[in-house]
C-alpha cells in the first residue's frame, strides 16, 4: 500500500492540494466491488475467521461507544471542512494489487521503478527529518511545538543506527526504506498486504543494492508480527485505509495494531496528504482515550496515554488561505509511551 497520487503543483494555491479520490461507485463494476470487498474482507488465511470477525464487530462497537467524530469532522487547517466521508477504489486491496501488479510486470520489462508517490523530495525529507529525531529522542531532547528537529550525527558512529530495528508498514515499492538506508538505518523491514507490492519492492532494493532489507505479505490490520520496532513509518497507509467504506472502524483497528508494533519509547513517523498534522493529532487523542476508557481496572496513577505528539516536518511549502495555513503534506511523529 502507498499513498494517494499527489496532482502535479498548481500556480494557483487558492485550492487547497489534497488528493481528491474518485468514488467507487464510479469507477467499480459490481463484479470489480465484489471482488474488492472480498480483498478488503477482514478474514485472514492465516487465522480464525471468527476471531477476526469478532476483532471488526469490536471495534465497530467501540466506535459507536466512543461517539467521537471521524478524522475528516475534525477541526483544522484545512480550507474547508469535509462535506462527508469520501471513499474510494484506492481503499481497496483489490485496485493496489493490479497497481502494483502493472508496475512489477513495467520494471521486469523495462527496469523503471515506478511511481514515486508523494515525491521524491518529500520522501527525502522524511527520512533525514527522521534520522535527526531519532538522534534527538536518543539523546534526551525532545523537540517542542516551536523548535524543529535539530540533530547532528557527526558523532555518531554507523552502530548508532544499525541498533534501531525499523518497520515501513503499506511499504509499497519500497523505496522509502532505501532512503532510510542511505542515512544509516540497516536494520529495515517493509511490509504490505499486496503480494506484487513485495516482489516490486524486493526486486527493486536487489537491483539498487539494499538486498539486506526484508520483504514481507502482511496486513497491518491484523498483521501476524510479533515483533516490537523502535521506529515505525507510516507514507500513506493509514490515508488509503481511511479511503475504504469501513474507513472508521478500520482506522481504529489500525491504531490497536500500530500500537502493539511500536516498542515502548519507540517512534511512530505518519505521512498523509489526507489529514493534515491537527487531524493526527487529534485522532492519536481520541486513540489515547479510548484505550484509558478500556482499563477502568486500573488506577487513575497508572493509566497512561499510549502515543504522544512528538514534532512534525515544518519545511514542507505551505500556503494560506481563508486565514488558515495549510499544506500539501503532514508529516508526524508519536512517542510510544
Not at 471482488?35 to 464487530?57: C, F, M, N, P
Request: charge should be negative; include cysteine; charged fraction near 25%.
Amino acid at each position: 500500500m502507498a499513498g494517494i497520487r499527489l496532482q502535479p503543483d498548481d500556480s494557483d494555491v487558492s485550492q487547497q492540494s489534497r488528493a481528491v479520490p474518485v468514488s467507487a461507485a464510479d469507477l467499480l463494476s459490481d463484479d470489480d466491488r465484489s471482488v474488492a470487498a472480498d480483498s478488503w474482507s477482514i478474514k485472514s488465511e492465516y487465522g480464525s475467521t471468527l476471531d477476526d470477525d469478532q476483532r471488526h464487530a469490536d471495534a465497530a462497537e467501540a466506535l459507536s461507544n466512543a461517539n467521537l467524530p471521524p478524522p475528516s469532522d475534525y477541526s483544522s487547517d484545512k480550507d474547508e471542512p469535509d462535506s462527508e466521508a469520501v471513499t474510494s477504489m484506492l481503499g481497496f486491496q483489490s485496485y493496489w494489487d493490479s497497481a502494483y501488479s502493472d508496475e512489477l510486470t513495467n520494471f521486469r520489462e523495462h527496469g523503471h521503478a515506478g511511481e514515486v508517490w508523494f515525491g521524491a523530495d518529500v520522501m527525502e525529507v522524511v527520512a533525514s527529518w527522521t534520522k535527526g529525531l531519532c538522534i534527538d529522542i536518543s539523546q534526551g531532547r525532545i523537540p517542542n511545538d516551536v523548535d524543529d528537529v535539530k540533530a547532528d550525527a557527526s558523532e555518531l558512529g554507523d552502530k548508532f543506527f544499525s541498533s534501531w530495528n525499523v518497520l515501513d508498514i503499506g511499504t509499497g515499492n519500497g523505496l522509502l526504506l532505501q532512503e532510510l538506508a542511505k542515512q544509516g538505518f540497516s536494520n529495515l523491514t517493509g511490509t504490505d498486504y499486496s503480494e506484487s507490492a513485495i516482489n516490486l519492492a524486493q526486486s527493486l532494493a536487489n537491483r539498487d543494492g539494499f538486498s539486506n532489507i526484508k520483504f514481507l505479505v502482511d496486513d497491518v490490520l491484523e498483521t501476524k508480527l510479533e515483533q516490537e520496532f523502535q521506529l515505525v513509518m507510516d507514507k500513506g497507509t493509514l490515508d488509503a485505509i481511511g479511503l475504504h467504506p469501513d474507513g472508521p472502524v478500520k482506522r481504529m483497528m489500525y491504531w490497536d495494531s500500530v500500537s502493539r508494533l511500536v516498542a515502548p519509547g519507540g517512534i511512530l513517523v505518519i505521512t498523509s496528504c489526507n489529514s493534515t498534522k491537527d487531524e493526527l493529532v487529534q485522532e492519536v487523542e481520541s486513540f489515547n482515550r479510548r484505550k484509558i476508557a478500556d482499563a477502568p481496572e486500573l488506577e487513575e496513577s497508572c493509566r497512561e496515554s499510549p502515543f504522544e505528539y512528538v514534532s512534525h516536518v515544518r519545511t514542507y511549502p505551505t500556503f494560506m488561505f481563508g486565514g488558515s495555513v495549510g499544506s500539501r503534506v503532514a508529516t508526524v511523529a508519536f512517542l510510544r509511551k
